[in-house]
């Protein structure tokens, strides 16, 4: 069965067979020529996701709890479980992820996988950091038990692994205890990067989730102007105050017909005068230099989850993410990005800014590290989106940066090794009938 | 329905049905035919809030077997407030046409072993005056097609017994619920091709879960399907018989 299956940019387009597997136990569906791929809910924007002419290893049905100890928090589950049935299941009693990306609709292996990290990437660090072990199942058949402990090079590179090193069949890792499902939130404007980096380093230590929107469009003066979001899960004594009126916001007790983004855009709807108008918009919203409230934690971590099928706003073209990380001292180097994508007229709906912690994760080829991370999204209008993007790929390397894999779906094979110096480290851990489109793309031989 | 027996417990739209009564910390009775598979499914229903999960492998071909299943599992949970019948299988029509023997497995598999279940079943819930039976027949019941008849055959049958057993059932207060579900990605349709019409087995559980609440008589699931076969059964027998269907 040939099949579209896509990735969140859909872009590039690729023709795959989709496998499915559906219990932990079964052995691996392997033919005697194709490599196969694993593939979560696509919500990686790329190619990590893609397996271009190869077999694409259907994990959703792989979604059963295994254990949980009520103690400990200490949670069990197959790697196909995404963080939505976790949440769904555990906020009500009082549990929450260590760490979560900006979307709910990952599943556990793909955000072992990508080693994807949050809003509290500072305190926590990376989701791969809170996994105690993991099942591993290679191409001949075995099956590793991995943690820090055991088997310790396979727990290293499959944290952040891409897919490439086997499948995760199930995964475990600790929930944290919350009060309440509330965060209590203070949005803060701020009028350029300095006032950024100001906030940031005087929020880090108060508060446990910490972003920044910024107005990339914004130039001279007020570049970096933005509105930095910084929050705690609501603390004991401040249950008193919601319960018991607290109600989980309306929009997700609507059908999902309702929150479906319908249609594809056409591709001229996001251009740079509609994007300029709704960045500003945003930052001239907030009238007030703080906002302090108690909001829920959908959207306060998921907002964009609100509208299923977001994809679609950028039309059946697609577009491309773009997120680096800089070491932190240099601020310059985000400044000169900003001014580059402002002038180039191209425009990013949606930039979010961040500071890395120290914290290092355990994955061979994880991306976050300390620093200062952008995160950026281009609808794709032809080749001088991806010149602009190459410009940019070049002032990361210079700066000693890194782009994250899993948003790109173009890096060069200079720009990749670059970034990633250890990718022949991690290459011999790399299973030999596991591959995607990524890999072959950043690994191939350029003469 | 603090209690539930569930015969297929390991098939998709068992499991994804079985989620919803873990969740509001139901007893579970499971039978299916893999002791892996059962264990499985358990762990997952108990951590998604089941009270007790048992479970007991039965072949349900062995019809001689089901008084007792029927009877360990009341023993079990001392009593039975809900049951759902998920098991069945998809032979090959052309298998089938070249041998009877196929037809008569197909027949034993989907109609005969749940009629043979709900013979027992009936009589106790007609005695308890409460309760709830939801079995899983198919839109491919509603109108006999060259493609699937025998397995449309079995299908329809089980739904004019279903049809029947409401009738009786009605006076002791006891839900018979008639489950018609169209295209389910499962292990059970892995080698047809997927369209737009397909639906999920987490989308079907959903939908059983919420008719067995709600009581109702009988779903097509997802709903749509309720439109597509009435179009189909609409269409007179002259011309429908040269449709390539």
């Known amino acids: 069965m040939t099949q579209q299956f896509e990735s969140w940019g859909r872009f590039p387009r690729v023709s795959q067979t989709v496998k499915t597997i559906r219990w932990r136990h079964e052995i691996l569906p392997l033919d005697n020529k194709s490599n196969i791929l694993p593939y979560g809910l696509g919500r990686s924007y790329g190619d990590v996701c893609l397996n271009d002419n190869g077999l694409l290893l259907h994990t959703r049905q792989l979604n059963r709890f295994i254990s949980f100890d009520e103690d400990t928090g200490l949670l069990r589950c197959e790697a196909g479980v995404s963080f939505a049935e976790i949440l769904q299941h555990f906020v009500p009693r009082g549990w929450f992820l260590p760490t979560t990306p900006g979307t ?9 996988a990508n080693d994807v990290h949050g809003k509290n990437h500072h305190r926590a660090g990376t989701f791969g950091q809170h996994i105690t072990q993991f099942e591993l199942v290679t191409s001949d058949g075995q099956r590793h038990i991995c943690s820090p402990q055991n088997k310790t090079e396979y727990y290293n590179a499959t ?13 475990e890792f600790h929930l944290r205890p919350i009060h309440h499902r509330a965060i209590h939130q203070q949005m803060v404007k701020f009028a350029n ?3 950024f980096f100001q906030l940031s380093a005087e929020s880090d230590e108060k508060y446990e989730y910490t972003m920044a929107w910024v107005d990339c469009l914004a130039q001279g003066d007020n570049v970096g102007r933005g509105i930095f979001f910084r929050g705690n899960h609501v603390a004991k004594d401040q249950v008193k105050e919601l319960i018991p009126n607290w109600q989980p916001p309306l929009v997700q007790k609507l059908p999902e017909v309702l929150r479906t983004m319908p249609i594809n ?12 108008a709704f960045n500003f918009l945003l930052y001239h919203k907030q009238r007030i230099p703080i906002i302090e409230e108690f909001v829920d934690y959908e959207p306060f971590f998921y907002p964009l989850d609100s509208i299923l099928e977001w994809k679609r706003l950028y039309g059946t073209n697609g577009f491309l993410q773009y997120q680096f990380v800089v070491p932190y001292e240099d601020h310059q180097v985000i400044r000169k990005i900003l001014q580059t994508i402002a002038k180039s007229g191209l425009s990013s709906f949606l930039a979010v800014l961040k500071t890395f912690g120290e914290l290092e994760s355990p994955g061979l080829l994880s991306f976050p590290r300390k620093g200062v991370t952008l995160a950026l999204d281009f609808p794709i209008k032809g080749e001088k989106t991806f010149l602009l993007l190459e410009q940019l790929d070049d002032m990361v390397q210079e700066a000693g940066g890194a782009v994250y894999p899993c948003k790109d779906a173009r890096l060069s094979p200079r720009h990749f090794k670059a970034y990633y110096p250890q990718w ?10 596991f591959s995607s489109s990524f890999w072959r793309r950043v690994t191939r031989n350029v003469t | 329905m603090q209690k539930v027996l569930i015969f297929g417990a390991t098939s998709a739209i068992a499991q994804a049905t079985a989620k919803y009564f873990a969740h ?33 492998v039965q072949d349900l071909n062995e019809f001689s077997k089901h008084d007792l299943l029927i ?6 949970m001392q009593g039975i407030d809900a049951v759902l019948i998920a098991h069945g299988t998809l032979d090959s029509q052309q298998e089938c046409q070249d041998n009877y023997a ?13 009629v043979s279940l709900l013979t027992p079943l009936a009589n106790y819930f007609e005695q308890q005056r409460h309760g709830c039976i939801a079995v899983i027949s198919s839109v491919a019941g509603d109108r006999g097609r060259q493609s699937n008849y025998i397995y449309g055959a079995a299908k329809g049958g089980l739904s004019v017994f279903l049809q029947g057993l409401r009738n009786r059932l009605a006076a002791s207060h006891v839900c018979v619920l008639t489950v018609k579900p169209g295209l389910v990605d499962t292990p059970m349709t892995r080698d047809f091709k997927k369209g737009a019409l397909w639906s999920t087995p987490e989308q079907v559980g959903r939908g059983i879960y919420q008719a067995m609440k709600k009581r109702k008589n009988e779903v097509y699931l997802p709903s749509f399907w309720w439109v597509i076969m009435k179009i189909i059964k609409s269409i007179p027998e002259s011309i429908f018989k040269r449709l390539k269907l």
């Open chain 2, 102 to 114: 196929a037809t008569e497995q197909t027949l034993r598999n989907n109609f005969l072993s749940i």
């Open chain 1, 104 to 112: 709910k609709y990952v599943t556990v292996g793909g955000a072992i």
């Open chain 2, 71 to 76: 009877e360990q599992a009341e023993q079990d």
């Open chain 2, 24 to 56: 509001d910390g139901c007893h579970l009775f499971l039978v299916g035919r893999d002791t892996d598979k059962l264990q499985m499914v358990a762990d997952d229903l108990r951590v998604h809030g089941a009270e007790q999960v048992d479970y007991v």
């Open chain 1, 193 to 195: 990067l300095e006032d």
């Open chain 1, 159 to 171: 944290i952040g692994g891409l897919g490439l090193t086997g499948l995760i069949t199930w995964a």
């Open chain 1, 424 to 433: 022949e480290e991690f290459a011999q851990y790399t299973d030999s009938r």
């Open chain 1, 265 to 276: 855009l056409p591709s001229f709807a996001l251009n740079s005068l509609t994007v300029k």
